[in-house]
């Protein structure tokens, strides 16, 4: 039963890292290749060659990774709180 519990735990601790992660790039860097990724792979969001991007274009790109990473810090919060009502 200990070992389940700490597996969970660790796990949940993984996911929070990468969430926060995510979110540190999407947020604070503005960084939309980010969202070329697997993980955030959107569909209608078909990028371009990014060293031939125009200023309008780029900006778009931030705005959605913006948007998107306020998503990720939202769910970044509740895995921290799930992790904190596990542990009471």
């Known amino acids: 039963m ?6 969970i735990n660790v796990s949940l601790i ?3 890292l990468v969430l926060a992660w995510s979110t540190y790039r ?3 860097k503005k960084d939309f290749t980010l969202l070329q990724t697997s993980m ?3 569909a ?3 990028m371009p060659d990014i060293e031939h991007l125009s200023e309008k274009q780029i900006s778009k790109y931030q705005r959605t990774a913006y948007r998107v990473g306020w998503w990720i810090l939202a769910v970044t919060v ?3 709180i799930l992790l904190i009502y596990l542990n009471i």
């Open 26 to 28: 999407l947020l604070v």
């Open 14 to 16: 993984g996911f929070i």
């Open 78 to 80: 509740v895995f921290i």
């Open 44 to 46: 209608s969001l078909e």
């Open 40 to 42: 955030l792979q959107n």
């Open 2 to 7: 200990l070992l389940i519990f700490v597996s």
